[in-house]
C-alpha cells in the first residue's frame, strides 16, 4: 500500500491551551506589593547617656492606650475616629502663643522660607503590653495622617502643592525639593514611644 | 452554487491569528518566571491591620520578615494558642532575633546593610507586648529600619 503523508496535526487548539496555563499562573500569582507603616525606633540607649533634657509638659501630646484598648489623650477619654482632628489641633498649635496648653514655638531658620516660628511639638504614645495590636497601628495611623495632613494643608497654603505633587516634581526639580525640606522642617513628625513600662501582667 | 463560493474581491481578508499562541505563549512565560512561590511556610496565623498612611516596600530583596500571631490551628495542639514569633521556617523566642538580625546581615552586601528594612507582620489580635519586646530586641541589634506590615483600607474604624 502507498505510503499515505502524515496528516499535520491540527495545531489551532495550543492557543486554547496556552491560554489556560496563563490563566491558571495568571489567578496564582500574587502581585504582592507589600505596604505598611514605616517607621524609624530611636537608637538603643547606652548606660552612659545622659539623661534626656525634661520637656515641658504643653510641648507633649501624650497619647495612653490601655489593656482594654481605650485611648487616654491628654488626660481625656477618646475615640479613635477623633484622634486625628486632635493631633493636627496641636501639631498646628496656637502661633500667637496665647494658649498655656498649645506648645511653644521657637524661632527656626527654615529653608526658602527663612526664619519663621516652629512649633516645639512632640507626640507622645504609651502602650500596655495587653494592648492590642490593631488599636496600636490604627493610633500609630492616624498619628501619621494627622502630620501628613498637616503638612498637605501647609504646602498647599505656601506653594499652593500637595505633598504629593511636590514630592513628584522634586525628581526633576531642586525647588521642590527645597520646599519638601521646608514644610518638614516647619512640621517635623515627632513621634515619641515611651521606653515600655510595665504596669502589671494579666 | 458558484454563488456562495466565490468571494467578492471587496472583502476583507481574516485576521491572521497564526500568532496568537506565539503571543499567549511569551506571556505565559512571563508570569511562570516571575510567579514566585511563599518562600516560608507561615506556622501563625496573620491578619494584618488596616491603614490609610501605608507605603510600598521597596527593594524586596532588602526586607526581611518578623512573624508574630497565633499558631496556626494544626499546630495548635503543639504550641498553644500564645502569640509566637516566626523567623523563616520555625517559631523562635524573642532572644533569638538578635541572632536573626545578623544572619540577615550576612547575606546581604555590606553596602546594603544600613538599607535593609525589618518587616513586622504581626496579627492584629496580638497584644503589644511581644511586638514590643521584638523591637526592643531590633534596637539593641541596631536595625532601625522597620516596617508594620498592613492592608490598605480607605477608612479607620473604631
Same mark, same amino acid.
Given at each position: 500500500?502507498?505510503?499515505?503523508?502524515?496528516?499535520?496535526?491540527?495545531?489551532?487548539?495550543?492557543?486554547?491551551?496556552?491560554?489556560?496555563?496563563?490563566?491558571?499562573?495568571?489567578?496564582?500569582?500574587?502581585?504582592?506589593?507589600?505596604?505598611?507603616?514605616?517607621?524609624?525606633?530611636?537608637?538603643?540607649?547606652?548606660?552612659?547617656?545622659?539623661?534626656?533634657?525634661?520637656?515641658?509638659?504643653?510641648?507633649?501630646?501624650?497619647?495612653?492606650?490601655?489593656?482594654?484598648?481605650?485611648?487616654?489623650?491628654?488626660?481625656?477619654?477618646?475615640?479613635?475616629?477623633?484622634?486625628?482632628?486632635?493631633?493636627?489641633?496641636?501639631?498646628?498649635?496656637?502661633?500667637?502663643?496665647?494658649?498655656?496648653?498649645?506648645?511653644?514655638?521657637?524661632?527656626?531658620?527654615?529653608?526658602?522660607?527663612?526664619?519663621?516660628?516652629?512649633?516645639?511639638?512632640?507626640?507622645?504614645?504609651?502602650?500596655?503590653?495587653?494592648?492590642?495590636?490593631?488599636?496600636?497601628? @490604627?493610633? =500609630?495611623?492616624?498619628? &501619621?495622617?494627622?502630620?501628613?495632613?498637616? #503638612?498637605?494643608?501647609? +504646602?498647599?497654603? %505656601?506653594?499652593?502643592?500637595?505633598?504629593?505633587?511636590?514630592?513628584?516634581?522634586?525628581?526633576?526639580?531642586?525647588?521642590? @525639593?527645597? =520646599?519638601?525640606?521646608? &514644610?518638614?522642617?516647619?512640621?517635623?513628625? #515627632?513621634?515619641?514611644? +515611651?521606653?515600655? %513600662?510595665?504596669?502589671?501582667?494579666? | 452554487?458558484?454563488?456562495?463560493?466565490?468571494?467578492?474581491?471587496?472583502?476583507?481578508?481574516?485576521?491572521?491569528?497564526?500568532?496568537?499562541?506565539?503571543?499567549?505563549?511569551?506571556?505565559?512565560?512571563?508570569?511562570?518566571?516571575?510567579?514566585?512561590?511563599?518562600?516560608?511556610?507561615?506556622?501563625?496565623?496573620?491578619?494584618?491591620?488596616?491603614?490609610?498612611?501605608?507605603?510600598?516596600?521597596?527593594?524586596?530583596?532588602?526586607?526581611?520578615?518578623?512573624?508574630?500571631?497565633?499558631?496556626?490551628?494544626?499546630?495548635?495542639?503543639?504550641?498553644?494558642?500564645?502569640?509566637?514569633?516566626?523567623?523563616?521556617?520555625?517559631?523562635?523566642?524573642?532572644?533569638?532575633?538578635?541572632?536573626?538580625?545578623?544572619?540577615?546581615?550576612?547575606?546581604?552586601?555590606?553596602?546594603?546593610?544600613?538599607?535593609?528594612?525589618?518587616?513586622?507582620?504581626?496579627?492584629?489580635?496580638?497584644?503589644?507586648?511581644?511586638?514590643?519586646?521584638?523591637?526592643?530586641?531590633?534596637?539593641?541589634?541596631?536595625?532601625?529600619?522597620?516596617?508594620?506590615?498592613?492592608?490598605?483600607?480607605?477608612?479607620?474604624?473604631?
Amino acid at each position: 500500500m502507498a505510503r499515505r503523508a502524515a496528516p499535520e496535526i491540527n495545531a489551532g487548539s495550543m492557543a486554547d491551551i496556552a491560554f489556560l496555563l496563563l490563566i491558571f499562573f495568571l489567578v496564582t500569582t500574587t502581585m504582592d506589593v507589600d505596604t505598611g507603616l514605616t517607621r524609624k525606633l530611636p537608637p538603643p540607649i547606652e548606660e552612659e547617656d545622659p539623661d534626656p533634657p525634661e520637656i515641658k509638659e504643653r510641648n507633649v501630646f501624650i497619647v495612653l492606650a490601655n489593656a482594654n484598648d481605650d485611648l487616654l489623650v491628654e488626660g481625656e477619654p477618646m475615640l479613635v475616629s477623633n484622634l486625628r482632628e486632635e493631633a493636627k489641633k496641636f501639631i498646628i498649635g496656637d502661633p500667637s502663643g496665647q494658649d498655656p496648653d498649645m506648645p511653644e514655638f521657637k524661632m527656626t531658620e527654615v529653608p526658602v522660607l527663612g526664619n519663621i516660628p516652629v512649633s516645639k511639638q512632640i507626640v507622645s504614645l504609651q502602650n500596655d503590653r495587653s494592648t492590642s495590636y490593631e488599636l496600636y497601628i @490604627k493610633v =500609630q495611623n492616624e498619628l &501619621v495622617a494627622a502630620y501628613n495632613e498637616v #503638612r498637605n494643608e501647609y +504646602a498647599q497654603q %505656601k506653594f499652593g502643592k500637595t505633598m504629593k505633587e511636590l514630592e513628584k516634581e522634586a525628581e526633576r526639580s531642586n525647588k521642590a @525639593k527645597l =520646599q519638601i525640606k521646608a &514644610v518638614k522642617k516647619v512640621y517635623p513628625q #515627632r513621634i515619641s514611644e +515611651a521606653e515600655p %513600662k510595665n504596669f502589671g501582667d494579666k | 452554487m458558484s454563488k456562495f463560493k466565490k468571494k467578492k474581491s471587496g472583502d476583507l481578508p481574516a485576521v491572521n491569528t497564526a500568532a496568537l499562541p506565539d503571543i499567549v505563549f511569551m506571556l505565559l512565560f512571563f508570569f511562570m518566571v516571575t510567579t514566585v512561590m511563599r518562600e516560608v511556610t507561615l506556622k501563625v496565623k496573620i491578619t494584618t491591620p488596616e491603614a490609610t498612611e501605608i507605603k510600598k516596600l521597596e527593594k524586596k530583596s532588602l526586607v526581611s520578615y518578623i512573624y508574630i500571631g497565633a499558631p496556626i490551628k494544626a499546630l495548635q495542639s503543639q504550641f498553644g494558642t500564645a502569640d509566637r514569633i516566626q523567623l523563616n521556617d520555625a517559631f523562635a523566642s524573642k532572644e533569638d532575633i538578635i541572632a536573626f538580625v545578623e544572619a540577615e546581615r550576612e547575606t546581604h552586601d555590606p553596602a546594603e546593610v544600613p538599607l535593609m528594612t525589618f518587616s513586622m507582620k504581626v496579627d492584629g489580635e496580638s497584644e503589644m507586648g511581644i511586638v514590643t519586646d521584638v523591637k526592643q530586641k531590633l534596637r539593641k541589634a541596631n536595625a532601625l529600619k522597620i516596617n508594620y506590615s498592613t492592608r490598605k483600607t480607605d477608612k479607620i474604624v473604631d
